[in-house]
């Protein structure tokens, strides 16, 4: 096992924790929005529940690229995200300049 690999199992166990955690207070959030006995029709619950899901949809394509061998790289320039920007958004897919640029 090379020293690379030895040193980026630890990242990549801490960011699987990361999304995990970020995953499971999503689910939680959606389970108390549909807890609230409001009508789906009401827009504010609508958005939240759209973002919740967004958000699901975003954890889940980073833990796909663990798997793939792609994460903590940018989409957009292809240079490594920074360690805080993952530890603050583990699922981003941009750094903040390429994520600048998409808005």
């Known amino acids: 096992m090379s020293l690379d690999v030895t040193r980026a199992e630890p990242h990549l166990h801490e960011a699987r924790q990361r999304l995990e955690h970020a995953r499971d207070s ?3 959030q959606l389970q108390a929005l549909d807890g609230t ?18 958000a699901l949809k975003e954890i889940e394509g980073a833990f796909a690229r663990i798997a ?11 240079k490594p995200i920074p360690a805080e920007r993952l530890e603050i958004l583990p699922y981003t897919r941009f750094c903040v300049a390429c994520q ?4």
């Open 26 to 28: 999503r689910l939680a």
């Open 37 to 54: 006995g409001q009508t789906s029709d009401d827009y504010l619950l609508s958005e939240q529940k759209a973002a919740m899901q967004r």
């Open 68 to 78: 793939n061998g792609t994460y903590g790289t940018c989409l957009g320039c292809a």
């Open 100 to 103: 600048r640029r998409t808005i």
